[in-house]
Nanobody, 123 residues
Framework: QLQASGGGVVQAGGSLRLSCAASGRSFNRSGMGWFRQAPGRERSFVATINWIGSSTFYADSVKGRFTISRDSAKNTVYLQMSSLKPEDTAVYFC??????????????????WGQGTQVTVSS
């Protein structure tokens, strides 16, 4: 019910925009998040946004470089990534909450997960 897209290969310093499109149900009253999993590492929090898009929170490692946003009319959440670094290389997952309209950094607070999209940043 969540489809992530927009990943690819980009040089360091470049930008990408990831999209997470929902289908089958509306997430317009759900907090949403992005997580990532680098090779050999556990999946970790990247960014979260509340249901109305008025509040966001970021991992320290991406603060100031990534921006999470949402378009309720399109039932889609975005992750704009700029000034990308090789350490940003990972599979990126979007996630949606079923209970809770606010921000969430814990993975267990999310019920729905997208399939992941690969982001590779070359040096």
């Amino acid at each position: 019910q969540l489809q992530a897209s927009g990943g690819g290969v980009v040089q360091a310093g470049g930008s990408l925009r990831l999209s997470c499109a929902a289908s089958g149900r509306s997430f317009n009253r759900s907090g949403m998040g992005w997580f990532r999993q680098a090779p050999g590492r556990e999946r970790s929090f990247v960014a979260t946004i509340n249901w109305i898009g008025s509040s966001t929170f970021y991992a320290d490692s991406v603060k100031g470089r990534f921006t999470i946003s949402r378009d309720s009319a399109k039932n889609t959440v975005y992750l704009q990534m700029s000034s990308l670094k090789p350490e940003d290389t990972a599979v990126y997952f979007c996630a949606g909450r079923t209970v809770g309209v606010g921000l969430a950094i814990r993975q267990d607070l999310y019920t729905y997960w997208g399939q992941g999209t690969q982001v590779t940043v070359s040096s």
